[in-house]
């Protein structure tokens, strides 16, 4: 069995892996020159499918619970399991029991259990849900990671190529908005990556705002990804001015600090999404596509790559796995 797998964003690596460690020959083709620069290389690396319910259907908690492990079998030690916090400035108190309403899977914490969580926001927030089940990763260390280990799994990985002269028995098209079809749509999310040596913070934390909402996910090195706006849009340039002051002002709300942080980069992805913003595993005979992930890459795409090596390899795919509608 040979398969080749059209895009190395984080759909089509995962489903390499999938199929991979199931002992099918895989190629991977990629038009870019290397990994860094697609959607997935902007990507904050949230495993949250609690807080990401709020404003998805419930089939993204469905999905997405097993993420955190389907990475750690992966790649052992790129996984945080150290939870999600949740916080509000206290004339935003409303959009705290609103996000709660919406969501499971958490405890409310006082402003004690938040400066025991995270010292560095001692005496700000007076309330906050902690989502203790929850995990991160850094997507640019994982994509990475995940390129070197499917390497030495005897994966081909073909940058700088759309297609191989290799005749496959299966072709997936991986390759998000790139796929030009109509109905799919472009979401831009823009980010920040802040370096700043005065605050340390050990979990993704979300600041809940009426107009913009923002999380700040620690990575090493004293940094910080802020994000991501959601505009409806598929330009792929430069973060947006107006974006970058409203990004740093709500990192400013979260914590002082952020405001003498070093502004490192600047990005912007464009992420693939359907009208349900649900993912979808399509097959036409020997040719599937995987897409619609939108802002849930890592957190979905270990789903949908075992529900793809179950098509492709002839197994029943699990029913957790379903998404019935879209097959």
């Known amino acids: 069995m ?41 990507a904050g690396g949230m495993l949250a499918p609690w807080c990401e319910r709020e404003s998805a259907e419930e089939a993204v908690l469905t999905l997405g619970r097993g993420a955190a492990d389907w990475w750690d079998a992966a790649l052992p030690g790129h996984v945080s399991r150290r939870g999600t916090l ?77 297609a191989v002269a290799t ?69 792929a340039g430069p973060i947006t001015a107006r974006s970058t002051m409203e990004l740093l002002g709500a990192a400013y709300a979260l914590h002082p600090a952020f405001g003498e942080a070093e502004l490192v980069e600047t990005a912007a992805g464009v992420r693939p999404a359907f009208a349900d913003n649900l993912p979808r595993v399509e097959r036409d005979g020997k040719r599937l596509r995987i897409n619609g992930l939108y802002r849930h890459g890592f957190l979905l795409s270990p789903a949908m790559a075992r529900l793809a090596a179950d098509m492709i390899l002839g197994n029943r795919a699990p029913k957790e796995f379903s998404l019935e509608a879209h097959h």
């Open 167 to 235: 005749v496959p028995n299966y072709e997936i098209d991986c390759t998000g908005i790139a796929d030009r079809r109509p109905e799919l749509r472009g979401v831009r999310g823009e980010m920040l990556i802040l370096r700043s040596g005065d605050i340390s913070l050990a979990r993704p934390v979300r600041l809940l705002h009426p107009r913009i909402p923002i999380y700040v996910v620690p990575r090493p090195e004293n940094l910080f990804m802020v994000g991501a706006t959601m505009i409806e849009s598929d330009a």
């Open 86 to 162: 949740v916080v509000a400035p206290a004339r935003d108190a409303g959009e705290l029991d609103r996000f709660g309403r919406r969501t499971s899977g958490f405890r409310p914490v006082d402003a004690n259990e938040i400066a025991a969580l995270e010292p560095a926001l001692a005496g700000r927030f007076r309330r906050g849900l902690f989502f203790g089940e929850e995990a991160h990763l850094d997507p640019r260390k994982v994509l990475l990671a995940l390129r070197d280990k499917l390497i030495g799994m005897g994966v081909r990985l073909e940058f700088g190529r759309s």
């Open 2 to 42: 040979k398969v080749l797998i059209r895009g190395a964003g984080v759909a089509g690596l995962t489903l390499a892996h999938e199929l991979a460690t199931r002992g099918t020959d895989v190629i991977v083709a990629e038009k870019r020159m290397e990994i860094a620069g697609n959607a997935s290389w902007q």
